[in-house]
C-alpha cells in the first residue's frame, strides 16, 4: 500500500523498483515515488556537469546556478541518464519500447532564487519549428526553442521523470499534487474547486530517486523554508508522433530502439 502522505506534515510512501506497480500508480494516481534508482556515482556525475555549465540563454543564475533548459542539447551527462536502463526501465512499461525523451530541465532551490510555483499543469512542449496546427496555440520561444500548448491529450499521453540529486524533505519545497486530476483534461477554471475536494500529497524524496509523474497532473512547490540545494532533473518523454507536420524539438533514446 502507499505511504503518500495526506498532508504537510507526514512522509510519502517510497518503494522498490517495482515497474507494474509505478505503471498502476501513474494510470490511477497521476504520479509514483521510486526510491534508490540511482546510484552515488550517478548522482556526482550529474551534479559535476552542472558545475561546469557554460556560459548560455540557457542557464538561469543568481548566487547560483537555479536553472537550465534544454538539457538535452547542452548536457552529455543528462543525455546519457535519459537513455539509462534504470530510467527506461520506469518509462517503457508506461509508453512502450520505442518512447523518447523530449526535454530536459534543471530546477533548484538555492538562497538567492528560492522560488515557489502554484497549482497548476505543465502545459507546453518543445518543438523544432511553428505551424498553424488546430489545437495548438499560445507559441513563444524560451531559450531559442519553441514552445506550444498541445491539446490536453498529447501531454496526458507523456511522462515526466523527476531525478532528485538531493534529498528533498518537508523543508525545502518538495512537490505537491493532486492525486487523479491528470484525467480531466485541462483545469484552468476548475483548480480552485480541486483544491477544495482533494487532499494534496506532498512528495518528498531521497538523493537518487525519483517521481514519476503525468504533466498534466495539477502540482505545485513551495519556497524552501531553509533554502539549500534541491536539484531536479525534469525529463519528458513521449512515443506518438505529432500531427500536421510538427516534430518533436528533440527524440533521445537508446541508439538500438
Same mark, same amino acid.
Given at each position: 500500500?502507499?505511504?503518500?502522505?495526506?498532508?504537510?506534515?507526514?512522509r510519502?510512501?517510497?518503494?522498490?523498483?517495482?515497474?507494474?506497480?509505478?505503471?498502476? !500508480?501513474?494510470?490511477?494516481?497521476?504520479?509514483?515515488?521510486? /526510491?534508490?534508482?540511482?546510484?552515488?556515482? &550517478?548522482?556526482?556525475?550529474?551534479i559535476?556537469? +552542472?558545475? $561546469?555549465?557554460?556560459?548560455?540563454?540557457?542557464?538561469?543564475?543568481?548566487?547560483?546556478?537555479?536553472?537550465?533548459?534544454?538539457?538535452? /542539447?547542452?548536457? *552529455?551527462?543528462?543525455?546519457?541518464?535519459?537513455?539509462?536502463?534504470?530510467?527506461?526501465?520506469?518509462?517503457?512499461? #508506461?509508453?512502450?519500447?520505442?518512447?523518447?525523451?523530449?526535454?530536459?530541465?534543471? +530546477?533548484?532551490?538555492?538562497?538567492?532564487?528560492?522560488?515557489?510555483?502554484?497549482?497548476?499543469? &505543465?502545459?507546453?512542449?518543445?518543438?523544432?519549428?511553428?505551424? $498553424?496546427?488546430?489545437?495548438?496555440r499560445?507559441?513563444?520561444?524560451?531559450?531559442?526553442?519553441?514552445?506550444?500548448?498541445?491539446?490536453?491529450?498529447?501531454?496526458?499521453? #507523456?511522462?515526466?521523470?523527476?531525478?532528485?540529486?538531493?534529498?528533498?524533505?518537508?523543508?525545502?519545497?518538495?512537490?505537491? =499534487?493532486?492525486?487523479?486530476?491528470?484525467?480531466f483534461?485541462?483545469? $484552468?477554471?476548475?483548480?480552485?474547486?480541486?483544491k477544495?475536494? *482533494?487532499?494534496?500529497?506532498?512528495?518528498? *524524496?531521497?538523493?537518487?530517486?525519483? =517521481?514519476? #509523474?503525468?504533466?498534466?497532473?495539477l502540482?505545485?512547490?513551495?519556497?524552501?523554508?531553509?533554502?539549500?540545494?534541491?536539484?531536479? *532533473?525534469?525529463? /519528458?518523454?513521449?512515443? !506518438? /508522433?505529432?500531427?500536421g507536420?510538427?516534430?518533436?524539438?528533440?527524440r533521445?533514446?537508446?541508439?538500438? &530502439?
Amino acid at each position: 500500500m502507499p505511504r503518500c502522505s495526506g498532508n504537510t506534515n507526514s512522509r510519502p510512501y517510497s518503494h522498490n523498483l517495482n515497474t507494474d506497480y509505478s505503471h498502476d !500508480a501513474v494510470a490511477r494516481l497521476g504520479y509514483a515515488v521510486v /526510491e534508490n534508482v540511482l546510484n552515488a556515482d &550517478d548522482v556526482a556525475k550529474l551534479i559535476d556537469s +552542472f558545475d $561546469d555549465a557554460p556560459a548560455h540563454n540557457a542557464v538561469r543564475r543568481k548566487s547560483a546556478i537555479y536553472g537550465v533548459r534544454n538539457l538535452l /542539447e547542452i548536457n *552529455v551527462a543528462v543525455r546519457e541518464i535519459a537513455c539509462d536502463e534504470r530510467i527506461r526501465n520506469l518509462v517503457a512499461p #508506461m509508453l512502450g519500447a520505442g518512447a523518447f525523451a523530449t526535454r530536459a530541465i534543471l +530546477f533548484d532551490k538555492v538562497p538567492g532564487a528560492n522560488w515557489s510555483l502554484g497549482w497548476h499543469q &505543465d502545459s507546453v512542449i518543445s518543438v523544432r519549428e511553428p505551424s $498553424d496546427v488546430a489545437g495548438f496555440r499560445a507559441w513563444s520561444q524560451k531559450a531559442g526553442v519553441w514552445q506550444v500548448q498541445p491539446p490536453a491529450e498529447v501531454l496526458g499521453g #507523456m511522462l515526466t521523470v523527476r531525478i532528485h540529486l538531493d534529498d528533498c524533505g518537508e523543508s525545502n519545497g518538495p512537490l505537491r =499534487v493532486l492525486p487523479g486530476s491528470h484525467r480531466f483534461g485541462w483545469l $484552468d477554471d476548475e483548480i480552485e474547486d480541486w483544491k477544495a475536494r *482533494v487532499q494534496q500529497i506532498v512528495c518528498t *524524496v531521497s538523493r537518487g530517486g525519483v =517521481v514519476l #509523474m503525468n504533466p498534466i497532473l495539477l502540482h505545485a512547490s513551495s519556497p524552501a523554508e531553509y533554502p539549500a540545494h534541491r536539484r531536479v *532533473v525534469h525529463i /519528458e518523454y513521449a512515443c !506518438a /508522433e505529432l500531427p500536421g507536420g510538427l516534430e518533436w524539438n528533440q527524440r533521445v533514446a537508446p541508439s538500438n &530502439d
